[in-house]
């Protein structure tokens, strides 16, 4: 398929040349990125970005259909991935192709991936292979270029302005099913829940070194989790059975390990929460098809925020090797991006944990947001929430 894609490009020969391996190029462009950025080479990476965006969109531009990579149906997060380019192309702000996945693709979650699907079929000759990268860019109609992050706050935030309904509207199978488990787990769903995601290495093993600095622990949040209580929220807690269980605590769903752990009540409690409490987890991105209010902590990497006119962010601190906390709009203005390891030390600095107290004042400041109407008036960015270091 890779050679009918790459054939005859007159606008970029050398690159479709070196592109006999797709997957490998996205690769070195994502890495040499990484490294200029935490050169603090800004300008250097805009403009490879912009090559890297040009290059890929005169390849959709010639192709009839996007064959999308497996990557997309293996993580819940990269489904908002494919959300946002179907939104994209509906909105104009990307060339409109058919999307086709290759059968026999085993998804993460056969529901979700069965809303989302384009048509399962071989993609033809002059598919385009359309892969999903860390700092992938994207030229738009208006000639901007973005990056992913920015394409999912984008594109939901014109969809929900708009007036549009949830972007992912859940069938009545799935509902009635979710209910049902959930109800015999014991949850009430008449009262309000908030969700809650702490990423860990389990969920991804053979990428656990590469993304470790967007982890978090459970335990830290457990001073937060009793505040949502007292305040009369329940808590679920999200995930899979490769995580820490949390101590037994009234008014607390340890949903991994409950009965109605399911694909469909994975959906269900996503769509349906007061609002989410969440790490920069693909789970936790989930909330936003649906414009649920989310409060982001321990957030990395910082400068690639997913944001929505009903979010909130608690990022990871920031210290320099010489001992110094670096305040986060510099980071997010001159070292964007970087959240693998070997990035961060080339960079000079290292993250650091929110505190448990941190997490309090960040729940407390999201109750008071939810309960004051949890929309910004007017954003165009990621807010934070304010916490003294």
Request: glycine share 8%.
């Amino acid at each position: 398929m890779l050679d009918h894609v790459f054939d005859g490009s007159k606008e970029f020969p050398l690159l479709n040349v070196i592109a006999g391996d797709f997957v490998g190029l996205t690769w070195v462009l994502r890495e040499l990125c990484a490294y200029l950025n935490a050169l603090g080479q800004n300008g250097m990476t805009t403009k490879l970005l912009e090559i890297w965006a040009d290059w890929e969109n005169a390849l959709r531009d010639r192709a009839d259909t996007l064959a999308l990579a497996q990557t997309f149906y293996e993580d819940i997060g990269h489904s908002v991935i494919l959300q946002s380019l179907r939104l994209a192309q509906k909105q104009g702000m990307l060339i409109d192709r058919k999307m086709t996945v290759s059968p026999g693709i085993k998804p993460h979650n056969d529901g979700l991936c069965r809303m989302l699907a384009p048509e399962y079929s071989s993609p033809s000759p002059g598919s385009h292979f359309e892969q999903i990268s860390g700092y992938k860019p994207y030229r738009l109609s208006d000639g901007r270029v973005i990056g992913v992050a920015e394409l999912i706050s984008e594109t939901l935030d014109r969809h929900f302005k708009a007036g549009g309904g949830p972007a992912l509207p859940l069938d009545e199978r799935i509902r009635t099913t979710a209910e049902s488990v959930l109800r015999d787990a014991g949850l009430r769903l008449q009262e309000p829940f908030v969700t809650l995601h702490v990423r860990e290495a389990g969920f991804a093993p053979s990428s656990a070194r590469a993304t470790q600095t967007r982890n978090a622990d459970i335990l830290a949040y457990v001073r937060a989790i009793r505040l949502l209580v007292k305040s009369g929220y329940r808590v679920v807690r999200m995930g899979d059975r490769t995580m820490r269980q949390l101590p037994e605590m009234s008014g607390v769903l340890d949903y991994p390990f409950s009965i109605a752990k399911s694909e469909e009540a994975d959906l269900y409690l996503v769509s349906k929460c007061a609002f989410h409490v969440g790490t920069s987890s693909g789970l936790s991105l989930m909330p936003l098809l649906f414009d649920r209010p989310v409060l982001f902590t321990n957030w990395m990497p910082i400068g690639d925020e997913v944001w929505s006119r009903r979010t909130l962010f608690l990022t990871k601190k920031i210290r320099a090797l010489s001992g110094q906390f670096m305040p986060v709009d510099d980071v997010r203005a001159h070292f964007p991006s970087l959240y693998r390891p070997e990035h961060m030390v080339a960079a000079g600095f290292y993250p650091i944990d929110n505190t448990p107290e941190e997490l309090v004042g960040a729940v407390s400041q999201m109750i008071a947001f939810v309960n004051g109407g949890g929309i910004h008036q007017c954003c165009s960015g990621p807010v934070d929430v304010s916490v003294s270091n």
